[in-house]
């Protein structure tokens, strides 16, 4: 029998009557009712705010801390020609922030060029060196985005050749802030202890509020960019971020930035249905890969620039990067699952650790992710740094295993340690490999990881195949933009028979087969499942089937398609 990897936790219906007043108050389908009763929602008006975002979704960005003192330095810095700096972040979250507080500061007349730190050379975050070399250019105001909450020393070095700083930035907070001139941030309290009404937001999203106030507007020329930053950190798509989103997708099927038109294009990405997915899956892998493969500098002039010339080269250069990034990690993960069961480590061990010979450090974290997708243990993956005896790596966990606390009891032995309880990253001696394994292993018996336990798949209701439409699926989108905390709904379909068992693509790795109930036939893929093709014909009879529910267009017709969780 095929085993799901998922728990499956069946949502309870709510009160009849209570959908019907719903549905009925907010002129949506009953089962568009149902699911907002289930999240949470338990008045009409806070579910209609929900469904139809406004302006007034937007908070004064005058409440988040320091925002007043640090809006008044930077008017001084525009008004006194001073040279500002912005210290951003390689990542697509850190380049879209970086786009945004660039260009409103262009706007406003202001002296100011930008710096993101290489992954490589830099390291994440705020960095001595690098802040020496912006002042010693004349620099005499830096705003970080995307980061600097953590970064004291570098901070300091700022403050001792008498160039201030301002933070922005929203990652979590250190026991101790900074010394900087201001901290901008939605999660640190005020003088009254309040701290900003929404305290998701992502780093793109804390230089758009930096950019309303300082235009004393939204900034509706910069929501596009705000957008793909705030779908690419994977923050929480409730309040200000579904504004952000849903507001943003609209931006982009009208944008006349010719960067993100041709990296559009580029994505095979069809503008006129654009959404959350298509810069998930399309656009931020293709900025995120600059920063991975080499400098996420020119991912900010792709975004900016208004010559088409060199935006069709920058575009095709991330591109490049991106399909370069994709063969790496296809490359890597193959030796590493080679490595892993050579070893029999899934067998007999709760956690695992790769090492690598010399493989590229922008996609170790992604490996990481791959197997512990396969696996479904905390995962270490690290590589040997050629001419030196260091290994270097990222680790990824599940939701039952703090991998930051796992491995912080020996950060005096290692070289550079940082992270948080699913991602961290570390670089050590060679030689304390085994300490570092034994350590994870330790920490699994002292967090009592249970392996068996499945991840939970919360399933909303049991629909039958003969209902399920492309006018149901367009009505489901109002739930829209999908994301953490709004997931897409997922839904047990209910059939009579199972056909049409086939694998798809080049290698037959994908499954696809059909749900049939009455004249009604529902396709449905499962990707990476082609193995199961056999055995879904054998027991084709006792399957229960659970997935989301999305349109298809193939050749001009439209069929609704249940992508398959398994």
Not at 331 to 349: I, K, L, N, P, T
Request: net charge negative; proline share 3%; hydrophobic share 40%.
């Amino acid at each position: 029998m095929i085993q799901s990897k998922f728990k499956w936790q069946m949502q309870k219906t709510p009160d009849q009557q209570l959908i019907k007043k719903f549905a009925e108050g907010l002129k949506v389908d009953p089962l568009i009712a149902a699911i907002l009763l289930q999240r949470g929602f338990n008045d009409i008006s806070a579910a209609e705010t929900f469904l139809k975002p406004s302006v007034k979704s937007f908070h004064d960005p005058l409440l988040m801390h320091d925002m007043a003192k640090g809006i008044s330095r930077i008017q001084q810095a525009i008004e006194s020609a001073e040279q500002i700096t912005i210290y951003g972040d390689y990542d697509a979250d850190g380049i879209t922030s970086t786009t945004i507080m660039f260009e409103v500061l262009t706007d406003l007349g202001a002296n100011v060029d930008y710096y993101i730190p290489n992954r490589f050379t830099d390291g994440y975050g705020p960095n001595s060196a690098a802040f020496k070399k912006i002042i010693n250019g004349g620099t005499t105001l830096i705003v970080t985005v995307d980061n600097g909450v953590a970064g004291s020393e570098a901070i300091d070095v700022a403050n001792d050749l008498h160039c201030d700083v301002i933070v922005t930035d929203h990652h979590s907070l250190p026991d101790k802030l900074p010394n900087a001139y201001a901290i901008i941030h939605p999660r640190v309290k005020n003088e009254e202890g309040l701290a900003y009404p929404f305290g998701e937001l992502s780093g793109a999203g804390v230089a758009l509020k930096v950019a309303q106030a300082l235009t004393d507007e939204l900034p509706v020329d910069l929501i596009d960019i705000a957008s793909i930053g705030t779908v690419a950190d994977v923050v929480s798509l409730t309040d200000e971020n579904r504004a952000i989103v849903k507001f943003g997708l609209t931006a982009i099927q009208n944008t006349q930035r010719p960067g993100l038109l041709a990296l559009i294009k580029l994505a095979n990405i069809n503008l006129a249905s654009f959404d959350e997915q298509d810069i998930g899956f399309g656009i931020a892998p293709r900025l995120n890969s600059l920063g991975r493969m080499d400098d996420a500098n020119v991912g900010v002039e792709l975004l900016s620039t208004f010559d088409e010339d060199r935006a069709s080269q920058l575009a095709d250069f991330a591109n490049q990067q991106n399909d370069t990034r994709k063969s790496l990690v296809d490359q890597f993960y193959q030796e590493a699952v080679q490595m892993v069961e050579a070893s029999g480590d899934a067998d007999h061990r709760a956690t695992l650790v790769v090492v690598g010979k010399d493989w590229h450090q922008g996609v170790l974290g992604i490996v990481a992710s791959k197997l512990l997708e396969k696996y479904g243990r905390p995962t270490l993956v690290l590589t040997t740094i050629k001419d030196t005896d260091e290994l270097k790596g990222s680790g990824r966990s599940i939701d039952s295993f703090d991998l930051f606390a796992a491995i912080d009891p020996m950060r005096d032995q290692t070289i550079g340690f940082g992270g948080h309880h699913s991602a961290v990253g570390l670089t050590i001696k060679a030689e304390k490999l085994q300490v570092l394994r034994d350590q994870l292993e330790k920490a699994a018996n002292d967090q009592h990881l249970d392996l068996s336990q499945k991840p939970t798949c919360q399933v909303m209701t049991a629909l039958p195949a003969a209902k399920v439409t492309t006018d149901l699926v367009d009505q489901l989108a109002v739930l829209a933009p999908f994301g953490q905390d709004n997931d897409k709904p997922t839904f047990e379909i209910l059939y009579d028979r199972l056909t049409n068992v086939k694998t798809m693509g080049q290698t037959g790795s994908h499954l696809r087969f059909s749900l049939v109930q009455g004249n009604q036939s529902l396709n449905a893929v499962a990707f990476r499942k082609g193995h199961l093709a056999a055995q879904l014909l054998q027991d084709s009879d006792n399957v229960r089937v659970v997935g989301q529910l999305s349109n298809n267009t193939w050749n001009g017709r439209t069929n609704v398609q249940l992508m398959v969780a398994i």
